[in-house]
């Protein structure tokens, strides 16, 4: 799958899954353990605007630590991220290198991982919330293959993951990549 599909088809699902918020979701906790609801979307519209001005080449846009990036609505701050990295994925910016906290790599590269991030917390937010949750197969293929890349043996110490965990025979591809991230799929 190209990096650009990919980059849509999870923008439209997490925008199902921001639609069906309610104030009542705020607080729930997530498969992603450090995370309630509002952290978990906070991170990821985080995710999205540093990657955004990282692959666009505006370091200056780098949001700061500790912003809550949904002071106004989780809605509103899914649409200043999705924006955000949405812009910043032109054919140039995704070929030049940038300067990245993990060196110098093609803007692909941080692309890439933050589609797969923001697809895996789709999900978390999804079984957070109860809401469905579907990605094709191609759209889990390619956060599966992000993730085998990214994810070394040390990342895996419970903290951004945990260990591969058990899955299912007749799982999901997409319930694959979650139990490939250390989220428990039973």
Sequence with gaps: MELQDALSETV?????LVAGLTPEH???TTPCKQFTVHDLMNHTVN????????????????????VDHLAEGPAQGWTDGKAALQSAATAENLELVR???FGEVPGAV????AV??????????????????????????????????VIRP???????????????DDA?????????TGRSVS
Aim: net charge negative; charged share 25%; glycine share 8%.
């Design 12 to 16: 439209s699902i997490m925008d199902g």
């Design 26 to 28: 705020r607080e729930m």
């Design 47 to 66: 995710t999205c605007k540093l990657v955004g001005a990282i692959v666009s080449g505006q370091p200056e846009n780098v949001p700061a630590e500790g």
């Design 99 to 101: 300067e990245t906290p």
């Design 110 to 113: 941080p692309m890439s991982v």
């Design 116 to 149: 797969s991030d923001v697809l895996v917390h789709a999900w978390d937010l999804a079984r957070a919330t109860g809401q469905p949750v579907e990605a094709s197969d191609d759209l889990a293929a390619f956060a599966q293959g992000t993730w085998e890349m």
């Design 154 to 168: 040390e990342a895996r110490n419970g903290d951004a993951f945990d260990e591969v965990q058990p899955c299912p």
């Design 172 to 180: 999901s591809a997409l319930d694959r990549v979650a139990a490939f």
